[in-house]
C-alpha cells in the first residue's frame, strides 16, 4: 500500500470516531508486503505493528523501523499482545462490567449508568422530563410512589446532589 493512501487510510479512522480517546490500530503486513490497518488482531503469520492513535490531539502515528519488521517477520512469538476491543458505555466507563451486572441484580441505578442499562433494567419510563440539558425519566410504583433517575447531557446517570 502506497504511503499516500496508508495516510488516507488513517485519517478516515481518526476522523471516524473524533469522540473516542487514544486508540491503537494494528499494521499487519504479510509474507508478500502487503500491508492492512485493523482495530482486531492480525491473521497468524502476519507481522503485527501497533500503531498509538490519538484524535484528540491530531494524528500519532509511529511507523515502525526496518529492523523491528524485519524480527518480527522472523520471530512471531516475541509480539507484545494488545488488547484493542474494550467496551466504552458512553459515560467514561466509570462502572466495570462487575459493578454493572451487581447494580442490575440488586436494582440500582448508580451514577455513570446509561440511558439503555437504565431502559434494560427498569423498562421504558412512564413519564419523560426534560429542563435544560437534564433528562429525567420518571417510573410509576405501586402505592403512589414513584422513582426518578436523572440523566447528564450525554445519556449518563447523574450523581445525587
Excluded: W
Amino acid at each position: 500500500m502506497p504511503l499516500n493512501t496508508q495516510k488516507l487510510f488513517i485519517s478516515l479512522l481518526l476522523f471516524s470516531s473524533l469522540d473516542a480517546g487514544a486508540t491503537t490500530v494494528n499494521r499487519c503486513q504479510d509474507q508478500s508486503g502487503s500491508v492492512t490497518f485493523t482495530t482486531l488482531s492480525c491473521p497468524i503469520g502476519q507481522a503485527t505493528t501497533p500503531q498509538d492513535i490519538n484524535p484528540a490531539s491530531g494524528m500519532t502515528f509511529t511507523a515502525p523501523s526496518p529492523a523491528s519488521k524485519a524480527h518480527a517477520m522472523r520471530d512471531p512469538e516475541s509480539r507484545e499482545v494488545v488488547v484493542v476491543g474494550q467496551r466504552d458505555d458512553g459515560c467514561g466507563n466509570i462502572l466495570s462490567a462487575e459493578q454493572r451486572r451487581k447494580a442490575i441484580i440488586n436494582q440500582q441505578t448508580p451514577t455513570g449508568m446509561s440511558k439503555r442499562d437504565v431502559e434494560s433494567l427498569l423498562g421504558r419510563p412512564d413519564k419523560i422530563i426534560s429542563r435544560n440539558a437534564e433528562v429525567r425519566y420518571v417510573y410509576e410504583e405501586k402505592k403512589g410512589r414513584s422513582r426518578q433517575v436523572s440523566f447528564d447531557e450525554h445519556g449518563c446517570v447523574k450523581g445525587k446532589r
